[in-house]
T-cell receptor
Framework: RKEVEQDPGPFNVPEGATVAFNCTYS??????FFWYRQDCRKEPKLLMS???SGNEDGRFTAQLNRASQYISLLIRDSKLSDSATYLC?????????????FGKGTKLSVKP | DADVTQTPRNRITKTGKRIMLECSQT?????MYWYRQDPGLGLRLIYY???????NKGEISDGYSVSRQAQAKFSLSLESAIPNQTALYFC??????????????FGPGTRLTVT
């Protein structure tokens, strides 16, 4: 069964806090992994891809654990502008390559 | 200018009406997708197209049809709209990135209300 699961939150954190989101996926054949960000009533936007070796982009760090089938996103020094819903996304190769399976999202609210 | 555009951005229609949502892209991508998003359900794939002659059903295609008029255009039709098709609809495109992954890029969405 194709599934991507996330804690829906909301995560309410103060500015400057470090916050981590986890996501699990059920299909071991999944090959590509992403985090997307979606602001309220806006389109999802690619935040970063997730690589096996882990990757970092400024305050954002993504990790992949294939053995346990989970993906994480760490946000350091949270800003008010980080408030959004974060979508965990997996490329499911069992169907058609290039089709993405989206988690339902984790809502983050950063407070002053 | 936006790379992926959708028209209309908002639409209110009545039950039983036929409605078409249009999507255009200037990214030159071969692959295009239609999703709907409902609160608490996340994004669900309706139809996708890998090139002009290729159309495939997604997870929830019943009640919808699509047309790929050109590489840059992919339209979604609701033949006879019903209230539970009220949702936010997104078009997306994708192509193989330099890192060998299919990253998707979304249009701004169409908010459809069926009364």
């Amino acid at each position: 069964r194709k599934e991507v699961e996330q804690d829906p939150g909301p995560f309410n954190v103060p500015e400057g806090a470090t916050v981590a989101f986890n996501c699990t996926y059920s299909n071991s054949a999944s090959q590509s992994f992403f985090w997307y960000r979606q602001d309220c009533r806006k389109e999802p936007k690619l935040l970063m891809s997730v690589y096996s070796s882990g990757n970092e982009d400024g305050r954002f760090t993504a990790q992949l654990n294939r053995a346990s089938q989970y993906i994480s996103l760490l946000i350091r020094d949270s800003k008010l502008s980080d408030s959004a819903t974060y979508l965990c996304v997996v490329n499911y190769y069992g169907g058609s390559q290039g089709n993405l399976i989206f988690g339902k999202g984790t809502k983050l609210s950063v407070k002053p | 200018d936006a790379d992926v555009t959708q028209t209309p951005r908002n639409r209110i229609t009545k039950t039983g009406k036929r409605i078409m949502l249009e999507c255009s892209q200037t990214k030159g991508h071969d692959r295009m997708y239609w999703y709907r998003q409902d609160p608490g359900l996340g994004l669900r794939l309706i139809y996708y197209s890998f090139d002009v002659k290729d159309i495939n059903k997604g997870e929830i295609s019943d009640g919808y049809s699509v047309s790929r008029q050109a590489q840059a255009k992919f339209s979604l039709s609701l033949e006879s709209a019903i209230p539970n098709q009220t949702a936010l609809y997104f078009c997306a495109t994708s192509d193989l990135s330099r890192t060998g992954e299919y990253e998707q890029y979304f249009g701004p969405g169409t908010r459809l209300t069926v009364t």
